[in-house]
């Protein structure tokens, strides 16, 4: 997946929340959109972004949806926003 659509994925609280909440363990469509005082539509638009960006991952079983966080993606991201500071992190005016 490409950077911007990562980091667009990433600008809105709503996405931010829900991965949040999946670091602790996979959940279910209904129990993420329980969470939130929008539309479950909204919330599945949100899971379809989050998961476009490869931020997410779904698995089915009976008639639910799980989802849980792709951390291998995160990690790239991490690794890409260490590599902007520098090796050493300090500032290079």
């Known amino acids: 997946m490409g950077l911007q659509q990562t980091m667009k994925a990433l600008s809105d609280p709503i996405r931010r929340e829900i991965l ?9 469509a209904g ?6 005082p929008v539309t ?8 379809s972004v989050l998961k476009e960006a490869d931020l997410i ?9 799980f989802y849980e966080v792709n951390t291998s993606v995160l990690e790239e991201i991490m ?9 050493n992190g300090n500032d290079q005016k």
């Not at 949040?20 to 279910?28: I, V």
């Not at 479950?40 to 899971?47: M, T």
């Open 20 to 28: 949040s909440m999946l670091k602790g363990g996979r959940m279910s």
């Open 31 to 36: 129990d993420i959109t329980d969470r939130f």
């Open 40 to 47: 479950g539509a909204s919330i599945s638009r949100h899971l």
């Open 57 to 65: 991952r779904d698995t089915r079983e009976g008639k639910f949806i």
């Open 79 to 87: 690794l890409w926003i260490t590599d902007l500071k520098g090796e």
